[in-house]
């Protein structure tokens, strides 16, 4: 239970008090700030008019001369609030967020390079390390070179999208329950770590590839 700050009334934990409507200092996980069912599929459109609804709420303007407990909820419950919003609206940190909740944060294990990516990454590696050992003054070379790489970024993008597709469908049998939880929860993890990896070799060849884009 906790007790309002400003009408004392006491109550099961929440953002706003069922009496008042003032901002408690109630410990919540973020789906429970947003007041939503810990659900990994999420309408993103919902989602953003909840975050603003209860920001108007809860926001410390309203609360600029009440006394120093309730102001001081209302800065936690919008820091609280932006920080579940934050992490909820984007799947990646949404599923890590979720297996927390759950007792299955990730291991080290799970973290380490998935074994069907492991040749890519070398394959990407090399690709940017010729590039950067490439003699700028011999166009042929470095055009072919960028060629090159532009064509794989657009491969990693294709593996990203159907990564974030396999995620989707994971999000969906999980809040389902169709199938074995364990299984699914190890496919969580594993679609979570390729997605980590692809992400960084996008990130490594937009730097790469960059200056030519530019000029």
Same mark, same amino acid.
């Given at each position: 239970?906790?007790?309002?700050?400003?009408?004392?009334?006491?109550?099961? !934990?929440?953002?706003?008090?069922?009496?008042?409507?003032? !901002?408690?200092?109630?410990?919540?996980?973020?789906?429970?700030?947003?007041?939503?069912?810990?659900?990994? @599929?999420?309408?993103?459109?919902?989602?953003?008019?909840?975050?603003?609804?209860?920001?108007?709420?809860?926001? !410390?303007?309203?609360?600029?001369?009440?006394?120093?407990?309730?102001?001081?909820?209302?800065?936690?419950? @919008?820091?609280?609030l932006t920080q579940s919003?934050?992490?909820?609206?984007?799947?990646?940190?949404?599923?890590?967020?979720?297996?927390?909740?759950?007792?299955?944060?990730?291991?080290?294990?799970?973290?380490?390079?998935?074994?069907?990516? *492991?040749?890519?990454?070398?394959?990407?590696?090399?690709?940017? #390390?010729?590039?950067?050992?490439?003699?700028?003054?011999?166009?042929?070379?470095? @055009?072919?070179?960028?060629?090159?790489?532009?064509?794989?970024?657009?491969?990693?993008?294709?593996?990203?999208?159907? *990564?974030?597709?396999?995620? *989707?469908?994971?999000?969906?049998?999980?809040?389902?329950?169709?199938?074995?939880?364990?299984?699914?929860?190890?496919?969580?993890? #594993?679609?979570?770590?390729?997605? *980590?990896?692809?992400?960084?070799?996008?990130?490594?060849?937009?730097?790469?590839?960059e200056p030519f884009d #530019?000029?």
């Amino acid at each position: 239970m906790v007790q309002c700050p400003s009408c004392a009334r006491r109550q099961e !934990p929440r953002l706003l008090c069922s009496n008042c409507g003032a !901002p408690l200092p109630a410990e919540l996980d973020y789906f429970g700030v947003l007041g939503l069912p810990r659900k990994l @599929t999420l309408d993103l459109q919902r989602l953003e008019s909840i975050y603003h609804e209860i920001g108007r709420r809860v926001h !410390p303007d309203r609360f600029a001369t009440q006394p120093e407990a309730v102001r001081e909820a209302s800065l936690r419950s @919008t820091a609280l609030l932006t920080q579940s919003y934050r992490i909820l609206r984007d799947p990646i940190s949404r599923g890590r967020y979720w297996l927390e909740l759950h007792g299955e944060k990730l291991t080290e294990s799970d973290k380490r390079v998935p074994a069907e990516l *492991a040749e890519l990454v070398f394959e990407v590696q090399e690709e940017l #390390a010729q590039l950067r050992e490439a003699d700028r003054n011999n166009r042929k070379a470095m @055009t072919s070179l960028v060629s090159a790489i532009r064509e794989r970024r657009q491969a990693l993008q294709v593996s990203m999208d159907e *990564a974030r597709g396999a995620l *989707a469908e994971n999000f969906a049998k999980l809040d389902r329950q169709s199938g074995d939880r364990a299984s699914l929860i190890g496919n969580l993890k #594993a679609v979570l770590s390729k997605i *980590a990896y692809l992400g960084t070799l996008i990130r490594d060849v937009d730097r790469e590839i960059e200056p030519f884009d #530019a000029s």
